[in-house]
């Protein structure tokens, strides 16, 4: 029995990875032009989950969101990750990109990736 719980929680964890933190890694490191993927912008793709709740959520006591809302994580989780391969050096977008983006904070930058991202609605 402890190790089907043991086995449980790990393709639980992983669900969870393939959910929510593998879609807005890619992302970001597609939109981000990366070089490589760093162990930092992985790390950060996890941490920045958690940044993705609403209070609805919190008051639940979710540590991730909902699966309703992952197209709303995946943007989060991409976005601090291309700030993220631009700290480490491996973005290889314009200088003058970062810098405009800069200037309007995460509001740009978010709105930037929501555009990127194809939308199947009918």
């Keep these: 029995m402890c190790k089907f719980s043991s086995f449980r929680q ?5 669900l969870i990875l393939y959910r929510y933190v593998f879609p807005g890694l ?18 950060t793709a996890a941490a920045s989950l ?10 639940m006591g979710l540590i991730y969101p909902k699966i309703e809302r992952v197209r709303d994580a995946s943007v989060v ?13 491996v973005s290889l977008l314009p200088e003058e990109t970062w ?10 930058l978010t709105a930037w990736i929501k555009k990127q991202v194809y939308d199947p609605k009918w």
Excluded: H, P, Q
Excluded at 10 to 14: E, I
Excluded at 79 to 86: F, G, I, N, S, Y
């Design 77 to 89: 989780v991409a976005r601090e990750v291309m700030k993220c391969a631009r700290r480490d050096g």
């Design 26 to 43: 890619g992302l970001g490191a597609i939109l981000a032009k990366a070089s490589r993927v760093t162990d930092d912008m992985v790390y």
């Design 99 to 108: 810098v405009e983006w800069e200037e309007w904070g995460d509001v740009a």
């Design 10 to 14: 790990f393709c639980n964890r992983l």
């Design 50 to 59: 958690s940044g993705c709740l609403n209070s609805e959520e919190i008051r």
